[in-house]
């Protein structure tokens, strides 16, 4: 069970109380504060490594993510290490402070509990330094899939869907429906687990250098059986909000079909953002006048039906991640023959 909150005593986080297999000592980590791989509003993402290996084998389900993930035969384990973001000019209290730390700690035990899975960003440890914990991550050279997707952007003419040879991380329209469809298997498991993410989006997808997909950013996530966590929290994600979410403050796992749905439209309009035209304080009359995002060039109309079947108005008519998992199983085998499903190359003359 995750403890809420109110629950944590973050003050003893360095105590024996608090201590378990999965802390590693701030000694065995190097933080590269010169290379930040992201940043929120409450926390910074840094690049760093493990020096002391021998350490991580001392927990047998870390050792099962590491060797799974193959961190072990790398000439040195790369991670990504999530601080909080504590400036002291800025903190208004100790108690705000401890919120946040409150957070952290939940955030570490969720993913604990949830353990590896291949399509999911998965917890290598946590240390402390100073008066906050870290989490330590798997690393995903390749960064997160909307910064992806809008580099990519620049070389692409989606009237001609034709792309510049000039760009050399191009993927084609078989590799978006893969990473789509791994995005979709981590929501299968987190659906399993009676777990709502509550921020599907590109910007919490990461890829790994062979761009396999994998879900992360967890700071959301609450349990179906659990009553919502009487905790301050971001803003949320209201252009990827399901309807009964902005109208009710409703959260299921069809809330996060909802939320998938939007971001295939963000995938299959290479990075485009949804509803671009349209002021937040309005998202909810759009919607409720049955206004929904519009195809995509590079999308096919199978596709865009199962959009369109994932931004239904009735939550339950929407399609379980099962089942949009074998949709796209089956897209993905259509689109398996040689030179078919790829947006074509112009080449251009150097110059």
């Known amino acids: 069970m995750i403890p809420r909150s109110s629950e944590l005593d973050v003050s003893r986080s360095s105590t024996n109380s608090m201590l378990d297999a999965w802390q590693v000592d701030k000694d065995s980590v190097a933080i590269d504060k010169h290379t930040v791989l992201g940043k929120g509003a409450f926390s910074i993402v840094y690049k760093g490594h493990l020096k002391h290996e021998s350490q991580?084998?001392?927990?047998?389900?870390?050792?099962?993510?590491?060797?799974?993930?193959?961190?072990?035969?790398?000439?040195?384990?790369?991670?990504?290490?999530?601080?909080?973001?504590?400036?002291?000019?800025?903190?208004?209290s100790d108690t705000n402070l401890g919120i946040n730390i409150?957070?952290?700690?939940?955030?570490?035990?969720?993913?604990?509990?949830?353990?590896?899975?291949?399509?999911?960003?998965?917890?290598?440890?946590?240390?402390?330094?100073?008066?906050?914990?870290?989490?330590?991550?798997?690393?995903?050279?390749?960064?997160?899939?909307?910064?992806?997707?809008?580099?990519?952007?620049?070389?692409?003419?989606?009237?001609?869907?034709?792309?510049?040879?000039?760009?050399?991380n191009f993927v084609g329209l078989k590799d978006l429906l893969r990473i789509s469809w791994e995005v979709c298997d981590a929501l299968v498991f987190f659906s399993s687990k009676k777990l709502v993410h509550r921020d599907v989006a590109a910007r919490n997808v990461m890829l790994t250098d062979k761009l396999v997909a994998k879900l992360g950013d967890f700071g959301l996530c609450q349990y179906l059986t659990k009553e919502p966590y009487p905790v301050k929290r971001p803003k949320l994600p209201i252009k990827w909000m399901a309807i009964e979410s902005l109208q009710k403050g409703e959260f299921s796992s069809k809330t996060d079909v909802w939320s998938f749905g939007v971001l295939l439209f963000e995938i299959f309009s290479i990075g485009e953002t949804p509803y671009k035209n349209i002021e937040n304080m309005k998202m909810l009359l759009h919607l409720i006048d049955g206004k929904r995002l519009e195809k995509p060039d590079l999308c096919s109309e199978q596709l865009y039906d199962l959009m369109r079947g994932c931004w239904n108005a009735d939550p339950t008519n929407r399609p379980s991640f099962e089942e949009i998992r074998g949709k796209l199983s089956n897209l993905i085998e259509e689109n398996s023959q040689d030179d078919y499903g790829y947006i074509q190359f112009l080449d251009i003359p150097e110059i």
């Not at 961190?71 to 000019?89: E, F, G, L, S, T």
């Not at 957070?103 to 590896?116: N, P, V």
């Not at 330094?129 to 997707?149: F, Q």
């Open 56 to 92: 991580l084998w001392t927990n047998a389900r870390r050792k099962s993510v590491i060797l799974a993930l193959g961190m072990a035969k790398a000439p040195r384990m790369d991670v990504a290490i999530k601080v909080i973001h504590y400036n002291p000019a800025q903190q208004t």
């Open 102 to 168: 409150s957070e952290y700690m939940r955030e570490i035990l969720l993913m604990k509990e949830l353990g590896y899975h291949p399509h999911v960003l998965n917890l290598i440890g946590w240390m402390t330094s100073g008066r906050a914990p870290s989490l330590i991550l798997e690393y995903c050279s390749k960064g997160d899939l909307r910064h992806y997707l809008k580099d990519m952007s620049e070389y692409v003419d989606m009237e001609t869907k034709q792309i510049s040879t000039g760009y050399e």
